[in-house]
């Protein structure tokens, strides 16, 4: 008689999921050994039992209607392609507008100072429009992370999850954000364009 | 069953059907309908949010199991603590009583007798055993992806497997008897 195979391998038999040809062998030694015969009995009268338990047990009805709305919520608020193609359109002007920020910085580059003469601090300080520049620079970046995270009540952040507020309107973008942005780019705009 | 990544249309539909399976195990894992109830509605309301991530030759329902177990194993490190509770680990006694399900009406007397002595017994396997079986039974996963699941060797999961099988086997005959 061929050694007794471990008993796990009877779980995957009665599974259905040896091998054919660990299948053929383990039939093999059931014909020679009543002992895993009975094993095998017994581990698919387990499954058998299991069986007795319904395959769907139903929700209550206001929990399934719950689900219901909440799903239709998050359907409301996903993105409406992909995962690649909703990030280009979920930052794509958090980008366009950094890239006009960069695009006015360098249509109009001031002037080095003259290397013979550096003033004392020209490592570190900027000339004065400059200066001006970044700071607005640094204004830019704060008002677009307020918009970023007000972007996220407004759908434009629709791929995370959704701010569940059972179905009310989503508060929205305060319009100081966009005003104080477009301020800034134009000011970036024009006082680069008169540093010359 | 598989979705792709931008098949939305339909996906809705499709894991409100697959919920009152989901709800089957997360009921008997956890052992509380009303838990189990904002489980399964944050484990579809997952699926569906993360759908874009969704990789089509991935099977959708094990997928929304493993969501589900996941959540659940979180429900429980989070929940105040109990005694026996196996699903992170802990000990391997029986756990806390499960609310048993009712059986479904057109079941019969006979097969709702016999559903209740199963889920009773059921309820008498450790955590860990008892939710082996009931990814077998009601995510109809091959015990590979069990392991996956569970993030236990192919190898404990079986012996999980028949420990349970053979206990469960040896409740009910006793019931029986």
Redesign the interface.
Known sequence: MTRCPD??D???LA?G?SSPRRRRALETHLVECAACREELA??R???A????????????PQ??E???R???V??AH??A???VV?LVVRYGWLAAAAALVLAALLWNPRPEPPPAAPPPTAAVALPSSGAAVADKITEIAAALEILASAGVSNGRGA????PDNGGRTPRPLPHTGFEELERLLDFVATEGGGQS | MNAG??D?DGL?DE??AM???V??LL??LVGR?EVA?DL??ET??RA??S???YRPEGKLRAWLFRIAVNLARDWVRRRPREPSVGLDGGPDGTGPPVAA?E??PD?GLL?RE??A???A??ARLSEPDRLV?LL???ADM??KDIARTTREPL?TV??R??R??????NL??EEHA
């Not at chain 2, 349970?164 to 086997?169: D, G, I, S």
């Open positions: 008993k796990t009877w779980v995957l599974a999921e017994a581990v009268r387990g499954l039992a299991l069986a007795a338990l319904p395959r769907e047990t139903p929700l209550r929990a399934a719950a689900l219901r909440r799903l239709a998050a359907a996903r993105p392609r992909g995962p909703g791929g995370g999850p959704a | 990544p931008r939305f809705q894991l409100v919920a009152p399976r709800y089957g009921v008997r309908p109830e399964v509605q579809l309301l569906f949010r759908a874009g991530t399900p059986a479904p079941a097969g016999r559903a002595h199963v889920e017994a059921m079986l077998r039974y009601y091959p015990f190898g079986l012996a497997a028949h349970a099988l053979r206990k469960l086997e009910v005959s």
